[in-house]
């Protein structure tokens, strides 16, 4: 029996040609991470997951931890305590950042939280924002709506995450909670909590609202028609059911594990998508920040700011300059 012997492939010009043409692997999903310590975690094992994904996707990390004195302080211009607690906090971010693998570098930088956040802005040329804040509870007073002012302001996804003074952070390892209301805003959103964490388990929540029933109908002759009002909440229920099937659809799509969740809100949306994280031990709540459109209007600004506000778990805001990047 003759035996062939084996002979290697080669590869002609058109096959180099072929293999030149082929797209490159696809960038990181965040190519410059920007990392405002306005609090630090204990130890690494406190970071919560979510927050620690998006640290690990980041090919470039920058840490910059703002002086924060409080007011009286500021106004007597007696901030050298706070600037001696920002260089403290700083070795240690940078520490726990070095021992997780991260390529990272930063400051301790004097100022306001906004002029520090911009003048890091404008040297670091972020894709992404990372915010660690003190807990509502103890939030100083240059906190106060300070996430509302960085998504107007510089428009890139920002991820928040609470500190409380010992250091501790809610930790949770549940799905991802994804807020749709149909808008372009929440598609995008959730397509890009999909390139930061592929294949985590998701919830599509929707909420809707029922229908106002009048407290009181008049004194006319003849009476108007009266409304269906079970009816239009039924119309309200399923067309709630429709968009988070929608949403589940994008984000399946988009490489995580999604369920449909529709939910009947009582009272505030923002309270509503609270008690659902709560209860879900969600791992973060995404959102496209200002989505004008879809069921109510749901995300509006308002929500994801009274969202962050009250959360006890990160949050992921995705502005709508992003849609289409």
């Given at each position: 029996?003759?035996?062939?012997?084996?002979?290697?492939?080669?590869?002609?010009?058109?096959?180099?040609?072929?293999?030149?043409?082929?797209?490159?692997?696809?960038?990181?999903?965040?190519?410059?991470?920007?990392?405002?310590?306005?609090?630090?975690?204990?130890?690494?094992?406190?970071?919560?997951?979510?927050?620690?994904?998006?640290?690990?996707?980041?090919?470039?990390?920058?840490?910059?931890?703002?002086?924060?004195?409080?007011?009286?302080?500021?106004?007597?211009?007696?901030?050298?305590?706070?600037?001696?607690?920002?260089?403290?906090?700083?070795?240690?971010?940078?520490?726990?950042?070095?021992?997780?693998?991260?390529?990272?570098?930063?400051?301790?930088?004097?100022g306001s939280v906004m002029t520090v956040i911009t003048d890091a802005v404008e040297e670091f040329r972020p894709d992404h924002i990372?915010?660690?804040?003190?807990?509502?509870?103890?939030?100083?007073?240059?906190?106060?709506?300070?996430?509302?002012?960085?998504?107007?302001?510089?428009?890139?996804?920002?991820?928040?995450?609470?500190?409380?003074?010992?250091?501790?952070?809610?930790?949770?390892?549940?799905?991802?909670?994804?807020?749709?209301?149909?808008?372009?805003?929440?598609?995008?959103?959730?397509?890009?909590?999909?390139?930061?964490?592929?294949?985590?388990?998701?919830?599509?929540?929707?909420?809707?609202?029922?229908?106002?029933?009048?407290?009181?109908?008049?004194?006319?002759?003849?009476?108007?028609?009266?409304?269906?009002?079970?009816?239009?909440?039924?119309?309200?229920?399923?067309?709630?059911?429709?968009?988070?099937?929608?949403?589940?659809?994008?984000?399946?799509?988009?490489?995580?594990?999604?369920?449909?969740?529709?939910?009947?809100?009582?009272?505030?949306?923002?309270?509503?998508?609270?008690?659902?994280?709560?209860?879900?031990?969600?791992?973060?709540?995404?959102?496209?920040?200002?989505?004008?459109?879809?069921?109510?209007?749901?995300?509006?600004?308002?929500?994801?700011?009274?969202?962050?506000?009250?959360?006890?778990?990160?949050?992921?805001?995705?502005?709508?300059?992003?849609?289409?990047?």
């Amino acid at each position: 029996m003759s035996v062939m012997s084996a002979k290697e492939p080669t590869l002609t010009r058109a096959d180099l040609e072929a293999v030149a043409l082929q797209p490159n692997a696809p960038p990181p999903p965040v190519e410059r991470l920007l990392f405002i310590a306005d609090a630090a975690v204990a130890e690494t094992d406190e970071l919560p997951t979510a927050v620690r994904a998006v640290i690990d996707a980041a090919a470039e990390l920058y840490v910059v931890t703002p002086t924060l004195p409080g007011r009286l302080a500021w106004l007597a211009d007696d901030v050298d305590r706070f600037r001696h607690i920002a260089d403290k906090r700083l070795d240690a971010v940078l520490d726990h950042m070095v021992s997780i693998g991260a390529h990272v570098t930063g400051r301790a930088a004097r100022g306001s939280v906004m002029t520090v956040i911009t003048d890091a802005v404008e040297e670091f040329r972020p894709d992404h924002i990372l915010i660690a804040l003190r807990s509502s509870e103890h939030a100083n007073w240059q906190e106060r709506k300070l996430i509302a002012h960085v998504e107007e302001r510089f428009g890139l996804p920002v991820t928040t995450y609470a500190v409380d003074p010992d250091g501790h952070t809610s930790i949770a390892d549940g799905p991802l909670l994804l807020c749709y209301d149909g808008s372009e805003g929440a598609r995008h959103a959730i397509r890009h909590a999909g390139s930061l964490f592929p294949g985590w388990r998701a919830l599509v929540v929707t909420a809707w609202q029922p229908v106002a029933v009048p407290g009181s109908l008049g004194m006319g002759a003849e009476a108007a028609p009266m409304p269906d009002f079970a009816e239009l909440d039924r119309a309200a229920a399923d067309r709630g059911g429709d968009l988070a099937d929608e949403g589940v659809h994008i984000a399946q799509r988009a490489g995580l594990h999604a369920e449909p969740l529709p939910v009947k809100a009582t009272g505030p949306i923002w309270e509503t998508i609270i008690e659902i994280a709560n209860r879900d031990e969600a791992a973060t709540i995404v959102m496209g920040s200002r989505g004008l459109v879809g069921l109510r209007a749901m995300f509006l600004g308002s929500v994801s700011g009274a969202v962050v506000h009250h959360a006890k778990r990160p949050t992921l805001i995705v502005p709508p300059a992003l849609a289409g990047a």
